[in-house]
């Protein structure tokens, strides 16, 4: 579904402070797939999203898409396929309006807007049954400004709004590392859960190891622009977070 193939990326290039993160890099997502990423600070983690999504170009190499090169497409536009959830809650919804409003926006992507409402009436039920999958009441509150929501009621209703679209692949970005620890376990229950009902392809980065290993179908541990684990199946089923911690700990030895 997604390869990345032979991707270079320099930081600062030109400069005494040029840095190379990805050297010939490869990456494969298959369809259905939901991988876990994992590594410490400046390992790529997040600059593989940013490719993957458009925010950041590659200096070399292809990124194809169901068959297609989207290296030189521009991000709004890859936008009409990946949804993606950021860290911080503020990101994904727009807090002077409501819910209602921010719902209607992303059920009118990508279509042409004319003089009729930016809200179409007949489709509020249908929006409070997709708030009412977060599980916080969010159906009741539906003219509430989004503002006023908290850090966890903005994450999981990011997620539904992500998801309207039909996106073909769902980015999280460190999606549950802002909120408190209960808020965390919910939101990231209801990604599980979402994900598993609409089968959509997701990678998911996040520090949380627990998470990484009880959730997806895949994890992946990087370092230094590379993947050096990648476990599916019985080999997933089997990792530990000791495992994990070992492995971060070796690698700091080595360095």
């Known amino acids: 579904m997604l390869e990345l193939k032979n991707i270079k990326k320099y930081f600062n290039a030109g400069t005494v402070d040029q840095v190379e993160l990805f050297d010939h890099f490869n990456f494969n997502v298959d369809r259905g797939d939901f991988i876990s990423v994992i ?28 068959g297609k090169n989207i290296t030189s497409m521009n991000e709004y536009k890859r936008a009409e396929f990946i949804g993606r959830v950021y ?29 009729s409402p930016a809200v179409n009436k007949k489709r509020i039920e249908y929006y409070k049954e997709l708030a009412a999958q977060c599980g916080m009441g969010l159906e009741n509150r539906m003219n509430i400004k989004v503002g006023a929501l908290s850090g966890g009621q903005r994450q999981a209703l990011a997620l539904v709004i992500a998801e309207m679209t039909d996106v073909k692949l769902l980015i999280l970005d460190e999606h549950t590392a802002a909120l408190d620890p209960k808020t965390s376990e919910n939101v990231m229950k209801l990604t599980d859960k979402m994900v598993r009902e609409k089968g959509i392809t997701t990678l998911m980065v996040t520090h949380n190891l627990r998470f990484a290993i009880e959730y997806g179908t895949r994890l992946v541990m990087m370092d230094e622009g590379k993947c050096i684990m990648d476990l599916s199946g019985r080999e997933k089923e089997k990792a530990s977070i000791d495992d994990l911690l070992g492995k971060f700990y070796e690698l700091g030895l080595e360095k």
């Open 39 to 66: 590594g410490s600070n400046g390992s790529g983690k997040t600059t593989l999203l940013n490719l993957i999504c458009g925010s950041v170009a590659p200096d070399e190499g292809s990124i194809i898409f169901e």
């Open 87 to 115: 860290q911080d809650p503020q990101m994904g919804t727009c807090p002077e309006l409501t819910i209602t409003e921010n719902m209607a926006l992303a059920d009118n992507k990508g279509k042409i807007y004319g003089l």
